[in-house]
């Protein structure tokens, strides 16, 4: 099932003494993990598309009307 183009980051975290890899759908403002780097991109894929299925409006071009994501890294 083909629902357009988004833009994940995937990070590095520390849960419960454990690494895990978080994704992130910058678009849709949903997340997702795995035990891997591959895990969390095919766990947030599975999430976008059961968000879509709930929320169809979500699939109309709006989202292409925005930017692309800004990549920053702080340094506080």
């Known amino acids: 099932m083909s629902h357009g183009m ?10 419960n003494d454990k690494k895990v890899f978080v994704s992130h759908c910058l678009n849709l403002g949903i997340a997702s993990q795995g035990k891997s780097y591959e895990e969390a991109i095919e766990n947030i894929k599975d999430a ?3 968000y ?3 929320n169809p409006e979500e699939q109309s071009n709006k989202l292409q009307d925005l ?3 800004i990549a920053t890294r702080l340094f506080i």
């Open 6 to 15: 988004f833009d994940i980051a995937v990070n590095e975290e520390i849960v």
């Open 48 to 50: 976008i598309n059961l």
């Open 52 to 54: 879509l299925e709930e």
């Open 67 to 69: 930017l692309p994501p």
